[in-house]
């Protein structure tokens, strides 16, 4: 991808990037990545050529807007520890996490073209996904309310499940239910 490291931008330079990617967020999520990037640069309050200059192609963007969300859903894992006990934690991860698939959903072809050259960047990204999902669960075997046989893969993979059949907007009710079920199934029994 066209985008250098973060790290490597001017102050200023950071703050449109940050825009253009809270924006594009946002547009994606609501119209799906054919959203025009016009629209985004303006809701950024950037021109066109801001937006092009960090990111070339609609490729660039979408990925960008990915790789964004999975950096905010893995940094929030220290915060919810600290806040709360591991299944609250837990709970509330899984939750954020499905509105993230919901974003991910609205841009999936898009997405699917700026990953098919690049399995090891998607490959990457799902175990900092994993890797976020199972320093929760191990907070939880530790404290004796989570089973110690649970492999973080399979619960993004029920979580994956839960977004395809519940993911649209009106459907937050019953996703809560489901994950609800899904965190009881992660509960140690007597029989396990």
């Not at 250098?4 to 999520?29: C, E, K, P, S, Y």
């Not at 990953?115 to 976020?132: F, G, I, N, V």
Request: hydrophobic share 45%; with cysteine.
């Amino acid at each position: 991808m066209a985008q250098r490291a973060q790290g490597h931008l001017r102050a200023d330079a950071q703050i449109n990037q940050d825009r253009v990617l809270a924006a594009a967020t946002r547009a994606f999520a609501r119209n799906g990545a054919d959203t025009s990037l016009r629209e985004i640069a303006k809701d950024a309050g950037v021109g066109i050529g801001t937006l092009y200059r960090r990111f070339p192609t609609r490729e660039d963007l979408v990925w960008a807007v990915y790789r964004s969300e999975v950096d905010r859903i893995c940094a929030t894992v220290t915060d919810l520890r600290e806040q709360h006990p591991p299944v609250a934690a837990l709970r509330a991860w899984m939750r954020s996490f499905l509105g993230f698939l919901a974003t991910k959903r609205a841009m999936a072809d898009a997405l699917k073209a700026a990953l098919a050259h690049d399995e090891d960047q998607r490959l990457e990204t799902r175990d900092r996904l994993s890797d976020a999902l199972a320093t929760l669960l191990a907070a939880g075997v530790a404290e004796g309310t989570i089973r110690d046989d649970i492999a973080a893969f399979d619960v993004l993979t029920a979580l994956g499940g839960i977004s395809l059949i519940v993911g649209e907007p009106d459907q937050q009710e019953q996703a809560t239910r489901l994950v609800d079920l899904l965190i009881d199934a992660l509960r140690p029994t007597p029989d396990r």
